[in-house]
């Protein structure tokens, strides 16, 4: 989460008047404007002194003091005190040349310095190389010009604050310098299919992320004019089958070709890989967020592509149009192309949120969120003594109670600010933390499962169970966590391929307790139920024969009367796929589960029958079982 590196520039007024010009702030609190005007003394001092690290122990203690001292209805002067000590500390890791270039820059131009402090990830980002590139940034195209566009100079600022490519199989593309990105985008803006200027720094990262050349997106542009429809450019590309079929005899004629790049896919064709690739590009070059999705935990090549429809306000993530119908129903995973860490593809759907959420809100629930978070690590600190008095200047009735870093207190201020954002994954996060610490009572676990499956259960069910299942497992009691398991199974009755993932946690769990009946029975509703929803099927499986070689042994009688008739029940229940040729065959649960009982008549010497079994896996005829 981004909240444990803090600070501001020396001289910088973020300041209610920047929230207002983004969003509908309401009209600040008294607490705010103070807040603000002390903000502003500390930033004098530091513009005089050059002292980085004076103005940050002077920004924190005034966010200490801001945090424990505001009501619930003060809440917007965490605002004012979070993101200057934010935009200190980060700019205080650049070096003097760059802090001095861009020193006037920020100063004159708020909503720039707001959006990138607030946009940089001091875990994962190259602080430094970010506030450089917004440095180059400004040297190419001029302060105004950058500031007109501050959500997308922030967004290439945090992707490119390091070189940037991406590894497509034996193929690596590379991107342009970050300010020629910024050109081709501002040259081309009224081309695009979005609006660049309105759109939040948290999606733009999914365009600028582009690895391909000028030219080559100018051409894609030019192509597809403003057709939006990213499945036909998947769909387009000629599938290589010489190459999958035999790739030592025959090389893809793409890579062979020696050229990597969008026109090339276009004439060679190539893999999946290879056609994702081309739709994700040419979804960018047309200002489209667009992300490269592969199987989650597979030894499998599943990829497919993932890009944003927008209509108005409301944008979502399509994670249907582009793959093949073999791939439906599978967990992917995507590089996040801001902090390169690999991510769940529920937590990219949910980013669709941010979209509809006015920038002032957004920007108040990361910095409720942070505070929340940083009442935790307090609690954790030993020797951690809570300022006594609120900001200098800021009165407050005798009686009042100031705000602790209890727990209570911490998850009531976590839930404001969720609410003005429920699509804040890094808030989500802090609740993950607590749970993993295990700080959460079982009632505490009850109440936040249905805080997130009113706020995201019904449009993001997948998110909610990334959420709750590393939260539930943290619950010592077998029987405790097994109902939260139920109710959360209960909750997806139209997710039947999540419901199959939670019948599979609880199936596990009893395994690991001893009750293997009522393990038997969660893999074998799996088997039954599940059969052609996700790839828990073949997780179920897996599962339930080690059960019984584990309880029965591994003789011949075991598998042949134990083992293969339950692989050959599956197996008949399960829908062959469409596409029957090369890794669309190999890849489905149909070809899997098969191969395993092929596996297993060939451990028991019956070797007709796996030659039967094969013959049915290698061909276009149906399934053996099949009446």
Not at 190 to 206: F, I, K, Q, S, W
Not at 275 to 293: C, D, E, L, N, R
Not at 493 to 499: G, K
Request: proline share 4%; charged share 25%.
């Amino acid at each position: 989460m981004r909240t444990t590196t803090l600070a501001l520039i020396a001289g910088l007024a973020l300041a209610s008047t920047a929230l207002a010009q983004r969003g509908r702030a309401s009209k600040p609190s008294s607490m705010s404007e103070r807040v603000r005007e002390l903000v502003q003394g500390h930033l004098e001092a530091l513009e005089k002194s050059g002292d980085f690290s004076a103005a940050q122990r002077a920004l924190n203690e005034l966010l200490d003091r801001t945090i424990r001292y505001s009501s619930d209805k003060e809440l917007d002067a965490i605002v004012q005190a979070y993101a200057p000590l934010l935009l200190v500390a980060q700019l205080a890791q650049a070096d003097r040349a760059t802090q001095g270039e861009l020193f006037p820059v920020l100063r004159e131009n708020e909503e720039l310095a707001w959006t990138l402090a607030l946009g940089v990830d001091p875990e994962h980002d190259n602080i430094a190389g970010a506030y450089k590139t917004l440095a180059a940034l400004v040297e190419a195209h001029g302060a105004k010009k950058v500031a007109v566009f501050d959500n997308l100079a922030a967004a290439i600022c945090v992707v490119h604050d390091a070189p940037y490519e991406i590894q497509i199989d034996e193929n690596t593309a590379t991107s342009m310098d970050p300010a020629d990105i910024f050109a081709y985008f501002t040259d081309h803006i009224r081309d695009m299919a979005n609006d660049l200027t309105g759109m939040p720094t948290e999606l733009l990262v999914y365009v600028v992320d582009t690895t391909e050349t000028r030219e080559q997106m100018e051409w894609a542009l030019s192509q597809y004019k403003r057709d939006v429809n990213l499945a036909n450019r998947f769909f387009e590309i000629d599938y290589d089958e010489d190459y999958y079929d035999d790739p030592v005899k025959n090389p893809k004629k793409l890579t062979a070709s020696g050229e990597f790049s969008l026109q090339a896919i276009k004439k060679y064709g190539g893999v999946a890989s290879d056609q994702v690739y081309f739709a994700m590009s040419v979804g960018k070059a047309k200002g489209i967020p667009t992300a490269y999705v592969s199987a989650r935990g597979s030894r499998f090549q599943h990829v497919w592509l993932a890009y944003l429809e927008s209509r108005g306000r409301i944008a979502k993530w399509n994670f249907d149009s582009g793959r093949y119908d073999s791939y439906e129903g599978i967990s992917g995973e995507f590089m996040d192309p801001q902090t390169r860490q690999v991510r769940p593809d529920a937590e990219l759907a949910l980013l669709g949120e941010f979209a509809s959420i006015e920038e002032a809100q957004r920007r108040s629930s990361e910095s409720i969120c942070a505070a929340a978070q940083r009442l935790g690590l307090q609690r954790l600190a030993r020797g951690y003594t809570p300022p006594d008095s609120p900001p200098d200047g800021v009165t407050k009735p005798g009686a009042y109670k100031p705000r602790t870093h209890e727990l209570g207190d911490q998850l009531s201020l976590l839930e404001e600010g969720l609410r003005l954002n429920p699509g804040y994954v890094d808030g989500w996060g802090v609740l993950i933390e607590l749970a993993t610490r295990q700080e959460l009572d079982v009632k505490q676990m009850d109440e936040w499962a249905r805080v997130l499956d009113r706020m995201c259960g019904k449009d993001y069910p997948a998110f909610v169970v990334g959420v709750l299942s590393p939260m539930f497992r943290t619950v010592p009691d077998a029987g405790e966590q097994s109902r939260l398991w139920g109710w959360l199974y209960d909750r997806l009755r139209r997710s039947p391929d999540l419901a199959a993932r939670v019948l599979m946690n609880q199936g596990d769990l009893m395994r690991q307790t001893g009750d293997l009946g009522a393990a038997w029975g969660a893999y074998m509703e799996v088997v039954n139920r599940f059969a052609n929803e996700g790839t828990s099927i073949v997780d179920a499986l897996q599962s339930a024969e080690r059960m019984v070689r584990d309880e029965k042994g591994a003789s011949q009688d075991t598998i042949k009367r134990d083992i293969i008739p339950m692989y050959e029940r599956a197996w008949r229940a399960i829908d062959r796929p469409k596409q029957m040729d090369g890794s669309f065959r190999t890849y489905s649960n149909w070809y899997r589960v098969g191969n395993r009982l092929l596996e297993l008549w060939e451990e028991i010497g019956e070797v007709s029958r796996a030659k039967g079994i094969r013959s049915s896996l290698n061909s276009s005829k149906d399934n053996p079982f099949d009446d």
